[in-house]
């Protein structure tokens, strides 16, 4: 880094630079060599922040990174630069660099159709090839459209690529998104079948015509799950979870026969999660789903849902409350970490045993806890 540490003498320049090129030298003063100080080929200067009132030696190029704050550029860049003045300093130097390029745009000369570069082409051809062209006064690579890049179409791909990658940002779409199977199956069935024209549902059909369609599709695959509650009966199953916004939710399922689906979920924001609330939620699912063919209710084992229990069995009491077998189990093992002497494992272990004869007895305890693996804890 060179940093001087002499003072200021008198404005000079060992290079002329043009302000409208370098706009940020306003904002030093030059200044002469320090004793005792070498100056390095290349037409560094000496200069002054108006800022911190630092001396350093350098260009153009340090004097930008100094003041922009650009790290890894041999300079400290200057802490007493406002975030305004550094903004509109930033600005400044971004319309320079903008009217650089829209004038080399404008001294290009165009190469013919069929010529140029292909980007990320794998079929390119390789540096060294003896076919080049001149512009701009430098030797320039030119390529032809091989018959395989005609056959794969990469021009055409590397544009669709580009027109997806902006349909996700400016949409704000999750980039997770793209692992949906919807979402690649539409575009595999679109390159698949030729279809002239065609044009994406917009805006008014995916709201009304389209969505009314799937919900019909969605109740015809259901069904057959609704009508063997009639025969078989179902068991409500509940659980609150946290979604990504830490809104509380309350996820209402229905089990029978192995065969799950979702009722609801509730939001519990702001709502005092008692007894009384939370019997009053299962009894809108009883309700809902019909009290007549609901056998059980089961739930985790927290002590407001073992009060809750008491209310929904006494206004249905052929409706009995089961506790979530995978809970209990995890209590107990909570309990097995946790013991600290010989005595009290051994009566965890004695409890662990009477458990699993239990489970082993009645198996119908566990009918609903595989279909419950890949959707959560219940």
Known sequence: MDEVTSTETSTSSNQEVSNDESPLWQY??????????TVKSGGNTYFKCNYCSVVYMGSYSRVKAHLLKISNQGIKPCHKVTLSHRLEMQRMHDQVENDKLEGERRNQIPLPPGYGPIPISPFRRQEGSDSTNLVNGKRRKVT???SLEIAFQNNARHDLDSKIAKMFYIGGLLFNFARNPYYRSSYTYAATYSIPSYVPPRYNALRTALLQKERAHVERLLKPIKDFRLENGVSIVSDEWLDPQRRPLINI??????????????????????????????KDAIKEIGHEKVVQVITDNASVMKSARALIEGEYPIIFWTPCVIH????????????????????????????????????????YHEPFNEVGNV
């Open 144 to 146: 032809v459209n091989s």
């Open 328 to 367: 209990t189990l995890n209590l107990a093992l909570k309990n097995i970490c946790a013991a600290k002497t010989l005595k009290r494992m051994k009566l965890h272990m004695m409890n662990v045993v009477g458990l699993r004869v239990l489970l082993m007895m009645h198996p119908s305890y566990v009918f």
């Open 28 to 37: 030093v003063t030059k200044v002469e060599k320090p004793a005792g100080a």
């Open 253 to 282: 399922m229905a089990v029978s026969d192995g065969s799950l689906m979702f009722i609801k979920a509730i939001d519990g924001s702001g709502e005092f999660k008692d007894k009384h609330y939370i019997a009053g939620v299962l």
